[in-house]
C-alpha cells in the first residue's frame, strides 16, 4: 500500500449474523468503494471468517460485536479465538481481552432506540475498554455526536464503522487514516495514537429505510426457506 489516505469500515455484519451478504460479496464491495480496511463484525460469531476467499487485496481484522447484557462490544483480535464468544461475565472477558492484547469499542453507546444510551456507559466497565465507536452508519447524527463527545469527555480512543446489514451500506461511514495500515498492528497503533478521522454522514431517512428494507428482505428470505 502507497502512502495515501485509507478508508475503514470497523463495523460490518453478514448473512453469519442479522446481515443480508456474504462475507465474499462484502469484501468485493469494499473494494469496489475503494475501503482498504475492513472488519467483519457479526453478532456473537466468528464464522464468516471460515468463508473467506484467502486471496484478498484488501486487510481483513478478525472481529466480532459481543451482546452483553450491559450493550454491545466491539472486540478486534489478530487471530481467531473462539474464546471471547464464551465468556459469560463482561469482567473476566475485559480481562481477557487485555491479556491477549486485543482491542475494544464500545459500539453505538447511544444506539438504544436510536437515541438512547447503553448501561455500559454508566459503568465502570467502561474504564477496561479501549475505544468508543463515534460514527455509526445506522444512527443519527446526533447519537454519533454524543458518542464522539462522550469519547473526548473520557479521553478514549475513537473507532467506526458502517454497521452494514445491506451492501449498499457497507463503506458510507468509517475512519480515514493518511498513512500505511497493512496489519492488525498498524491498524490498533494507528487508533491508540489518535491517528484515524472520520469520514462520511448520516442522514435519518436513509437510516430508517435501511432498517426497514434490511427487515423485510430478512423476513421474506426466512420464508423461502
Known sequence: MTME????????????????????EVIKYAKIRGL?????????????????????????????????PQGHLLVYMDSLDPNVLSITHVEDLLDYIKQNDYLTSIAHPYGK???????????????????IEVINGRLPFISNLKAYKLAIKISKNITGGSDAHLLSEVGRVGLICYENIETYDDLISAIKHGRVKVYGTTRSHRIIWNIIKSNILRITRSLAY
Open 5 to 24: 489516505e485509507a478508508l475503514l469500515d470497523l463495523h460490518i455484519h453478514t448473512i453469519y449474523s442479522d446481515g443480508l451478504a456474504t462475507p465474499n
Open 36 to 68: 482498504r480496511v475492513i472488519s467483519i463484525t457479526d453478532h456473537n460469531s466468528i464464522a464468516a471468517y471460515n468463508a473467506i476467499d484467502k486471496s484478498n487485496d484488501i486487510l481483513i481484522i478478525y472481529g466480532v460485536e459481543l451482546d452483553t
Open 113 to 131: 432506540f436510536l437515541i438512547m444510551p447503553f448501561n455500559i456507559i454508566k459503568t465502570d466497565l467502561i474504564n477496561n475498554i479501549d475505544a
